[in-house]
């Protein structure tokens, strides 16, 4: 996967060089190119930003340095035979960034990250971008709904939740498999050596070498910690993935099937 990303503020990007994405950066898995949107302003102070038409608080991005560092970036270099760019634009006014999105993304052969400051970019930028033939798609993405001081944190977060998800990235893929929302829940409690700590226990069943009653009970811890902490994925889950140890343990948690084949709360299903 090749990875564009054009800041006023390169050092931000600097975590890009560790962990599991700088090692993917030196093996080749990914090609990672921090840009900075100031090298293509064309007065002596470098300026990106002027104030808003219309009036109100705040300054927005211009649009001739981003236009002109897309056309560098998407135009300079091919990203591939038949390989357009996706342009990432991170934004609160965004869709909402999730496990799904970060599979999504990490089926393009070519992301280009547009970190925006201030009140944001003069909104042509993006529009213009959608209709350039090297541009595949463009998407706004929100990581939270709250606001940052600019997209290079966005930048990172998604970063982080895509590159691991390339082959090659993460040294055990198994271990891609049960992490939380990969299957639509939150990951089991997980535990290590010692067996006791500071009192506490490691549970039985984890030590007991019996690996069916490991996976039942991580399934089991699973579904209770979703269905306490997010409720939200329970009403996503499917009645048919799950099996009738499942349904008792989320009956425990107040959680019934219903009649669209999604869950409800106990209580809704009686008023139903």
């Not at 050092?11 to 090692?23: F, H, T, V």
């Not at 290079?152 to 982080?160: F, G, P």
């Not at 084949?261 to 209580?267: C, K, S, V, Y």
Request: hydrophobic share 45%; proline share 7%.
């Amino acid at each position: 996967m090749r990875i564009d990303v054009i800041t006023i503020f390169p050092a931000y990007l600097e975590p890009l060089q560790l962990s599991l994405l700088g090692r993917a950066g030196r093996t080749g898995a990914v090609r990672i190119a921090v840009h900075d949107l100031r090298a293509w302003t064309d007065d002596v102070h470098r300026t990106v930003d002027d104030t808003p038409y219309g009036g109100g608080a705040g300054m927005l991005m211009r649009p001739e340095p981003w236009g002109a560092a897309l056309d560098a970036v998407l135009d300079g270099e091919p990203g591939g035979p038949g390989a357009p760019a996706r342009l990432i634009v991170p934004t609160p006014a965004g869709r909402v960034f999730d496990h799904r999105a970060a599979v999504d993304l990490a089926a393009a052969p070519w992301l280009v990250f547009a970190c925006g400051r201030y009140e944001g970019i003069d909104s042509r930028v993006v529009r213009e971008a959608a209709e350039r033939p090297t541009v595949g798609a463009v998407d706004e993405i929100s990581i939270g709904d709250y606001v940052l001081s600019g997209g290079e944190v966005a930048v990172l977060v998604i970063l982080e939740a895509v590159a691991r998800l390339l082959p090659g990235v993460v040294g055990n893929p198994d271990s891609l498999v049960e992490e939380s929302h990969a299957a639509g829940l939150l990951e089991y409690p997980g535990y290590t050596k010692p067996a006791t700590w500071r009192g506490r226990p490691v549970p039985e069943v984890l030590r007991s070498g019996d690996h069916a009653a490991i996976a039942r009970w991580r399934r089991d811890a699973a579904l209770r910690r979703t269905a306490r902490v997010r409720p939200d994925l329970i009403r996503r889950l499917s009645v048919e993935a799950c099996d009738a140890k499942d349904l008792a343990t989320l009956a425990a948690e107040g959680w019934l099937p219903g009649t669209d084949g999604r869950f409800l709360a106990a209580g809704e299903a009686v008023a139903d």
